[in-house]
């Protein structure tokens, strides 16, 4: 088979979710916390860093282990990095913010190289040494986001804001942060001290995920909003404006693309970059029945005069041209999966009535697969350059039948039977003369 890359884009036992794109040079780096399969927990592992050609996206690298959070001072025996972002500061180094075990301050750490390996560098405080999200009242600094403008001003941007109807468990913290929306803020040359707060950027129905961009001279405000599953985007005149408009980037469970879930969706965390003239949206999908064992995908996205249209979620993302029919594939890069009633959401806690549903998940030995597929459970695979001259072979157990439909460039595989089955593969083979 000929080199292709497909979602999710890093090898099948790999998590890493939160996924912030940055092109350093003449590779695009993809800088995500670190999910543990079956971890119970989010983000349980260290870092590490993946990075690509911008001219060919089906080369990625992984650099192996960036940062340890054993490395962080501030590190209890609960360590969990969540998501952080990268920038370039003035002195030609490598600036890595995060938030840690839910610490309400970012730390920072610090390469020569943007694959790393870093350093911890301290903590973003006031110029009175105090830590910012530490005095009362203080924003509430989770999921940052930086930016380096073209006079060299560096925005920190970061905050937190949990619906109090659907999620009372964070009513507390919210008497002691401000946990209404994201801030932004800038910093001095050291790239941790606070020279100003501007103030709340996003507030609506802004939940987390703080990332920024500018392209064409405006700049691009991306978050996470409280319906979990979709990206959303909103555009300023200034990097500290209160940014206006809530367009959808993408959706990890395909809402707006259909009026109706596609995929089992759940939280959701990434970013565009605009990658040898044309524009990508990374974010996440979740597997094994919950929102702790996430993985990095990503879609080309149409840009135009200033506006984002929602990207589809789709098996060949990266690829950009449909895969080819010939070879086996995973059943793991289907990016559509429902039951006969259709698909959930996760929850952050156990998601309760999903027995009977199919899921992604991984066995010992590390293969990922389709779990539980039953009577009437569909996956699909968008998109393939299908011809008529091939018949496809599905690889699962049960006793039942796979039904194999193409629908235009997708394929849709339906099980049929009274048992459970796992789906494992499908193979595209030649039609014999005759057949």
Not at 65 to 92: E, H
Not at 107 to 117: M, R, T
Not at 152 to 172: H, N, R, T, V
């Amino acid at each position: 088979m000929k080199k292709q890359v497909f979602n999710p884009i890093f090898p099948e036992n790999e998590y890493i979710p939160d996924g912030e794109p940055h092109v350093f040079g003449d590779r695009v780096y993809l800088y995500g916390s670190h999910d543990r399969f079956n971890g119970g927990q989010f983000c349980l592992e260290d870092y590490t860093v993946w990075s690509a050609p911008v001219d060919d996206l089906t080369d990625w690298e992984n650099h192996g282990v960036s940062y340890r959070k054993s490395q962080d001072p501030y590190t209890g025996d609960d360590g969990i990095m969540f998501a952080p972002d990268c920038v370039q500061g003035a002195d030609g180094r490598f600036y890595l913010y995060y938030e840690l075990s839910l610490k309400p301050f970012i730390s920072v750490a610090v390469s020569d190289k943007p694959e790393g390996a870093f350093e911890y560098y301290g903590v973003v405080k006031y110029p009175d040494g105090t830590f910012a999200g530490m005095r009362e009242h203080d924003v509430y600094m989770f999921d940052p986001a930086v930016l380096r403008d073209d006079d060299g001003q560096i925005y920190l941007y970061c905050g937190f804001s949990p619906d109090p109807l659907k999620e009372p468990y964070f009513a507390q913290a919210a008497e002691k942060y401000r946990m209404d929306g994201s801030y932004a803020f800038s910093l001095a040359d050291d790239m941790l001290t606070v020279v100003k707060e501007h103030g709340k950027i996003c507030g609506g129905d802004f939940f987390e995920a703080s990332s920024i961009r500018k392209f064409n001279g405006r700049y691009y405000f991306i978050y996470s909003s409280r319906s979990k599953h979709e990206l959303k985007w909103a555009v300023g005149d200034s990097p500290v404006a209160h940014f206006s408009g809530n367009g959808v980037l993408i959706s990890n469970s395909d809402l707006g693309i259909s009026d109706k879930r596609l995929n089992y969706g759940g939280n959701n965390h990434g970013s565009v970059e605009c990658i040898n003239g044309k524009y990508y949206v990374f974010y996440h999908r979740q597997t094994n029945k919950n929102n702790y064992s996430r993985q990095a995908c990503a879609e080309p996205i149409h840009f135009e005069n200033g506006v984002f249209q929602q990207a589809e979620i789709t098996s060949s993302g990266l690829n950009e041209k449909p895969l080819i029919c010939e070879g086996t594939y995973p059943a793991r890069i289907a990016c559509n999966l429902w039951s006969k009633d259709g698909a959930v959401q996760y929850e952050t806690v156990k998601t309760p009535g999903i027995e009977d549903h199919p899921y992604f998940t991984e066995n010992s030995e590390g293969i990922q697969y389709i779990a539980n597929m039953r009577e009437g459970a569909t996956a699909v695979f968008k998109y393939f350059d299908l011809t008529p001259n091939v018949k496809i072979r599905a690889d699962h157990t049960g006793k039942g039948k796979m039904e194999i439909k193409k629908d235009g460039r997708a394929l849709a595989f339906t099980y049929h039977g009274t048992d459970a089955a796992d789906f494992y593969s499908f193979t595209f083979e030649q039609k014999q003369e005759g057949e």
